[in-house]
């Protein structure tokens, strides 16, 4: 299965486990033998036929736990409570993995019931994410091989260090079609648990969840902005871009530090003589835009947030994000295509660009129905995975799991894609 873009879904939302796939791996081992055959997650009293179906090994966890530390760039030593949840993620991850299979396989989907199209499906996702895990090791391989070398040679390499780490955390590549095929039952599944659900439903969710979003923006800006701006765009919302000249970093450090000490005044006179520093740079460029040179031009000249350039913010009527003088400003040009004066921040200088009006396109509207779609599905297909959590407890070794017990002995793991 495709770990590095599986869906995790808990009775609320999806949660990506995988990240980055950057190398960064340290003091991993197999284990000795004994231990990676102990039993560490498990369900009492099993169905009949399936006593050691849901049992999951150290070694089996483990594995997957370490091939995830690498992935998502961590290490033990470093990133100790991420790698702490990490180690909780996956073995909720691989329990829950194995309910998806015994319901799937009641509802009469299993590997071998797959079709053509969908091995070969599965087959290429897993040679997919093999090549991108042989790409991590290019700057390893060109260091072993030294200044002389094919491109066979190269991918000889870098498949020969790829495996010699897969052996050391004690998996194989083959694991990988492993997943693909899971995953592709887990799709299934989801599928067919869902298929009760009508284009009503899912209609209904969509403006339910537009005017809930409406009512937080009118008497909960601060929720509106959090949750719902996906479902809501407030009549006059904008779209600008910026420019920005800047001044020091330190020195904007310093201000700040000085205003959360209460500070203003202190605060002020170190701003306006770094403000000064700078002046010329942001009377340059808005000299160039009332000449009559594009915006673009301008912004990539004397941008300093150039990460920025070419990039449409969100600007509504109010907000609590966003500090007044911005929204102000920005709803104060009297016309699309129009620039703003300059103003100053504890950062800067600024210049906002009025790019267009903001709505909820039918594009952007039938995207949210697919979204909702997704999303009532998922929910759908965890309600048997719920009553099979009830019915079955799942318990765990938390001492071998290096995870903490919960006061609580209700589990709710989550399910993958």
């Keep these: 299965m495709k770990r590095s873009i599986k869906k995790i879904i808990s009775a609320a939302l999806a949660l990506t486990i995988c990240g980055t796939m950057a190398i960064s791996f340290t003091g991993c081992s197999q284990g000795d033998a004994k231990q990676n055959k102990q039993i560490v997650a498990s369900i009492k009293n099993p169905p009949e036929g399936y006593e050691n179906f849901f049992n999951i090994t150290y070694g089996e966890w483990h594995g997957e736990y370490l091939l995830r530390l690498a992935a998502e760039g961590y290490t033990e030593t470093n990133d100790a409570e991420m790698a702490k949840d990490l180690r909780e993620r996956i073995i909720k991850y691989l329990a829950q993995e194995k309910i998806v299979l015994y319901l799937a396989k009641d509802m009469g989907i299993t590997a071998e019931t797959l079709t053509e199209e969908e091995i070969k499906t599965a087959t290429d996702n897993a040679d997919e994410d093999i090549q991108s895990w042989y790409s991590k090791y290019e700057a390893r391989a060109i260091s072993a091989l030294g200044s002389d070398y094919t491109k066979e040679q190269l991918q000889k390499k870098e498949?020969?260090?790829?495996?010699?780490?897969?052996?050391?955390?004690?998996?194989?590549?083959?694991?990988?079609?492993?997943?693909?095929?899971?995953?592709?039952?887990?799709?299934?599944?989801?599928?067919?648990?869902?298929?009760?659900?009508?284009e009503k439903e899912i209609n209904d969710f969509v403006q339910d969840t537009m005017d809930t979003a409406k009512d937080k923006y009118e008497n909960d800006l601060a929720e509106f902005e959090q949750k719902y701006t996906a479902f809501y765009v407030p009549e006059g919302t904008r779209k600008v871009q910026q420019l920005a000249v800047l001044i020091n970093s330190t020195t904007a450090a310093e201000v700040t530090a000085y205003r959360n000490d209460g500070d203003d005044k202190k605060a002020d006179e170190i701003l306006q003589e770094a403000l000064a520093k700078v002046k010329f740079r942001i009377d340059e460029a808005y000299e160039k835009l009332e000449n009559g040179t594009a915006w673009k031009d301008v912004q990539e000249e004397y941008n300093d947030e150039t990460s920025s350039n070419n990039v449409d913010f969100t600007v509504y009527p109010k907000s609590t994000t966003v500090l007044q003088k911005i929204t102000d400003t920005a709803m104060g040009?009297?016309?699309?295509?129009?620039?703003?004066?300059?103003?100053?921040?504890?950062k800067g200088y600024f210049i906002l660009y009025y790019v267009d009006d903001l709505t909820l396109t039918d594009e952007r509207l039938k995207s949210l129905t697919e979204q909702a779609d997704e999303f009532l599905r998922d929910q759908k297909a965890y309600e048997p995975i719920a009553d099979f959590l009830e019915k079955y407890e799942y318990t765990y070794e938390y001492e071998l799991l290096d995870i903490d017990d919960p006061a609580s002995t209700t589990q709710v793991p989550v399910v993958a894609s």
Excluded: P, Q, R
Excluded at 333 to 346: A, C, L, R, V
């Design 159 to 198: 498949e020969e260090l790829f495996n010699d780490f897969m052996k050391e955390i004690g998996l194989s590549s083959d694991i990988f079609y492993t997943w693909a095929v899971n995953s592709i039952i887990h799709d299934k599944y989801v599928a067919k648990a869902s298929e009760s659900i009508t």
């Design 333 to 346: 040009i009297e016309k699309k295509g129009g620039y703003s004066e300059i103003f100053e921040t504890d």
